[in-house]
């Protein structure tokens, strides 16, 4: 079994565990659950730079990234760089997140959160919501176009804007539909871990042009962004490189301000 096939094997569980621990009804009480969504979509549009900065501790694919800094320091120090929006990882077995970084993150900041998760339930788009989320992210790998058609429109009633993520053509394919806001073409090969930014580049031509193309992973330099942003890349997905550094916020700040010269 790969990782890919864990994290999601073990996600069934803790959904179905939740489910029992936290109905939908509870969720919908949050206060945070009629608020307005901030688009993402929206913001990278209008934007020169583009860049969702990430919160991630660890990852299958780096055991320990940086343990140390608080999610409100990382959302604060995102927010003064410029960033467009934050991601915020809430799974806990592989990444050491939680939702509650994604509503301290919220309690911080008023820039679009995006929730980095392996969704595959309605539940979690509800919670999504409940949590502070602006944004959701469907990984096309794991879900049928059913799925992505019956998610996506979910997050689209609760005013959250939706991210699908492709790493190849087939998945691209089955995934073209008007409830998806932005397409992310991950560079990173979720079995394997091999990442390249040439998978962006051979991707963005099939991509149509009404959906706001992001780029995500394996980036670390200006020099990567400035080759994409010809193939119609709008925003830039970056999570190790920020915070593998003491303060990622100010790694972000640096970085944006050179980015913007
Ligand atoms: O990052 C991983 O190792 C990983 C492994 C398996 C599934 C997902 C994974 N990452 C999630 C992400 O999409 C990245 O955190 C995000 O794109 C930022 O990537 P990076 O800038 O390379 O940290």
Do not use: W
């Amino acid at each position: 079994m790969n990782i890919l096939d864990k994290i999601i094997a073990d996600k069934r569980i803790e959904v179905r565990l939740k489910k029992e621990i936290i109905p939908v009804s509870q969720l919908e009480q949050s206060v945070l659950f009629d608020r307005p969504g901030n688009s993402l979509a929206i913001a990278l549009k209008n934007s020169s730079t583009g860049i969702i900065a990430e919160h991630k501790r660890r990852s299958p694919s780096k055991a320990v990234i940086n343990q140390k800094v608080s999610v409100q320091d990382v959302a604060n120090g995102y927010t003064i760089a410029g960033a467009c929006g934050m991601s915020v990882l809430t799974d806990g077995k592989y990444f050491g997140g939680s939702l509650d970084d994604l509503l301290l993150a919220r309690a911080t900041t008023d820039i679009p959160l995006l929730r980095k998760e392996f969704i595959i339930d309605p539940y979690q788009v509800i919670e999504a919501k409940a949590y502070g989320a602006d944004v959701i992210l469907l990984i096309a790998a794991v879900l049928t176009r059913e799925e992505i058609t019956s998610l996506s429109q979910l997050a689209k009633s609760l005013d959250l804007d939706v991210l699908l993520e492709v790493h190849n053509s087939e998945e691209l394919e089955k995934s073209i539909m008007p409830s998806i806001d932005m397409l992310g073409v991950n560079n990173r090969n979720l079995k394997t871990f091999d990442v390249s930014i040439q998978v962006s580049k051979e991707l963005s031509t099939a991509i149509p042009d009404d959906f706001v193309k992001v780029s995500e992973s394996g980036i670390s330099t200006i020099e990567a962004i400035k080759e994409l942003q010809p193939y119609g890349y709008k925003g830039f997905l970056i999570g190790e490189n920020f915070m593998k550094t003491e303060v990622p916020g100010d790694s972000a700040v640096n970085f944006i301000n050179e980015l913007q010269q």
